[in-house]
């Protein structure tokens, strides 16, 4: 009987890549909207804001290191464009 794949010994090496894309409802964003108390700036927002996202990820051994990259939609009125920003994580399972 082989152990379940929790405990199996990891490959040296490997990589995968990965993507997905989501949508978010907004109801209240205080940093676009303002103060909740009293008057202060704000901006008309946008109700549904999505997402892309897709990465790459190379293992070796118990070391992984993943490269994200994501867009998103406007998100108020008179935004020039949506935002694109990437991460990069270096882990280590112990």
Do not use: C
């Not at 010994?9 to 978010?24: L, M, N, R």
């Not at 940093?31 to 990465?55: I, M, P, Q, R, Y």
């Not at 994501?70 to 280590?92: H, I, M, Y």
């Amino acid at each position: 009987m082989s152990a379940p794949p929790a405990f199996e010994e990891p490959a040296f090496f490997g990589w995968y890549i990965f993507g997905g894309a989501d949508a978010q409802l907004v109801l209240w964003d205080i940093f676009l909207e303002g103060n909740t108390v009293a008057d202060s700036h704000s901006v008309s927002k946008k109700h549904v804001v999505g997402s892309a996202h897709f990465g790459a990820t190379i293992v070796f051994g118990r070391t992984r290191l993943t490269f994200t990259q994501v867009f998103r939609t406007k998100e108020f009125d008179g935004q020039d464009s949506g935002d694109r920003f990437g991460t990069v994580a270096l882990s280590v399972n112990f």
